[in-house]
């Protein structure tokens, strides 16, 4: 056993050491300590000394917990922080016991082990692991799990980390327990299995995953495009699980802009008309030579799209999709069909969009080199969300290499 540890303990150094992003090393090594300790899932959560609440980072096997938050010495995550000491729980210890604030949920059946990411001067967060398998937490996995916390926060300090959470927002896009099933030939496949996930205003959210897991589907479904077998949609506070097609119309036509693989651009109209014909049935569109101003393409406003490139055809399509002043853009593979040099000018477009316009967009994407641009990632496995983290520092699309 502390053979194992030891392992445990270079394992995550190391992570710390090759990684080029400390989110995701902080991701590899609670995957790594899940994984040593038997656990079915753990976060990491971090505090935040503006509003001094404690706010989870990353979720590993687990549905999305970013955007979760305890006040200091509220609920067990909350506590730990406050104490700075580490705790195992037995199951029947908290029956009743909520892990983080008021709002949570309730954790009933597992055993919880919470230890605080410290160094010797202050407490940055907190490691929350749950649901053993084996049994409850031992005092070896408490001893393993303290030491490589330890590990972490000195890291962590050492690289000048700076939590800067979306906490104080209200999500745009609420998604709770959304299942999605298909009838194939005649058994009823499962393609989304219970999805719980926030976007908040004027992020970046990308997610990935291996193709068939469920990622467009859950695209589609917050755009209305699709609809899900059961659960919950909520869009600023507006329940649209279950819109009538006139509700379904004008949330598609004002609130959400698309942007597809295909570009999907009417090939009889120029540019310019295509972004037209977009603007007139908004409400308070953007003017259409402005739109294409800032995709860099005035000089093609009156081309056909058989006269533009692959990657002009897309700058298009997103100057179409902010016509509308959208409150979120839905971006389903917007590069997948573009060579390299190409997709790094549709994500700097992306990327303003984000940053000058301060405009929400939902991607996906099978490419894990786009994530590096992103707020949060969301990872999906067969239906679920497998991890959840945010990245602190993201890179620009200049900077992503494939």
């Known amino acids: 056993m502390d053979t194992t540890y030891v392992q445990t303990l270079w394992q995550i150094m190391e992570e710390l050491h090759n990684a080029d992003q400390l989110e995701k090393a902080l991701s590899s090594s609670l995957d790594i300590l899940r994984q040593v300790t038997d656990s079915n899932k753990g976060s990491i959560w971090m505090f935040d000394s503006q509003s001094e609440r404690v706010i989870a980072l990353i979720a590993s096997n687990t549905a999305d917990a970013v955007g979760e938050s305890a006040a200091l010495g509220e609920g067990i995550i909350g506590e730990a922080v406050k104490t700075g000491e580490a705790r195992t729980f037995k199951a029947s210890e908290v029956q009743h016991l909520r892990f983080a604030g008021a709002d949570s949920p309730e954790i009933t059946g597992k055993s919880i082990l919470a230890v605080p990411i410290k160094t010797p001067i202050h407490t940055l967060g907190c490691m929350l692991l749950t649901g053993k398998q084996s049994g409850d937490y031992t005092e070896d996995d408490l001893k393993v799990c303290e030491n490589c916390c330890a590990i972490l926060a000195l890291d962590i300090d050492d690289k000048g980390f700076r939590f800067r959470p979306f906490e104080d927002k209200e999500p745009v896009v609420t998604v709770r327990e959304v299942v999605k099933e298909y009838l194939n030939g005649e058994e009823m496949q499962q393609v989304l299995k219970g999805i719980d996930l926030d976007v908040f205003p004027g992020e970046l959210m990308v997610v990935v995953g291996e193709s068939g897991c469920g990622k467009s589907t859950l695209l589609n479904i917050i755009g209305g495009m699709d609809k899900m077998t059961s659960g919950k949609l909520m869009v600023e506070g507006k329940?649209?699980?279950?819109?009538?097609?006139?509700?379904?119309?004008?949330?598609?036509?004002?609130?959400?802009?698309?942007?597809?693989?295909?570009?999907?651009?009417?090939?009889?109209?120029?540019?310019?008309?295509?972004?037209?014909?977009?603007?007139?049935?908004?409400?308070?569109?953007?003017?259409?030579?402005?739109?294409?101003?800032?995709?860099?393409?005035?000089?093609?406003?009156?081309?056909?799209?058989?006269?533009?490139?692959?990657?002009?055809?897309?700058?298009?399509?997103?100057?179409?999709?902010?016509?509308?002043?959208?409150?979120?853009?839905?971006?389903?593979?917007?590069?997948?069909?573009?060579?390299?040099?190409?997709?790094?000018?549709?994500?700097?477009?992306?990327?303003?969009?984000?940053?000058?316009?301060?405009?929400?967009?939902?991607?996906?994407?099978?490419?894990?080199?786009?994530?590096?641009?992103?707020n949060r990632v969301i990872k999906l496995r067969d239906g679920r969300i497998s991890s959840a983290r945010v990245n602190l520092h993201p890179h620009r699309a200049s900077e992503l290499v494939w």
């Open 239 to 374: 329940d649209m699980s279950n819109p009538s097609e006139d509700e379904l119309t004008k949330y598609r036509r004002e609130y959400i802009g698309f942007i597809f693989q295909s570009y999907n651009l009417m090939p009889n109209l120029s540019a310019y008309e295509n972004i037209e014909f977009i603007g007139e049935i908004a409400d308070d569109p953007l003017d259409s030579m402005e739109a294409l101003k800032m995709v860099g393409l005035e000089d093609k406003a009156d081309n056909l799209p058989s006269a533009l490139s692959g990657g002009q055809m897309q700058r298009i399509s997103i100057a179409r999709a902010l016509a509308k002043k959208p409150k979120i853009i839905l971006a389903d593979e917007p590069t997948a069909a573009l060579d390299y040099e190409t997709s790094i000018k549709v994500l700097s477009v992306i990327e303003n969009v984000v940053r000058e316009q301060k405009t929400t967009v939902l991607m996906v994407t099978h490419n894990p080199e786009i994530a590096k641009m992103a």
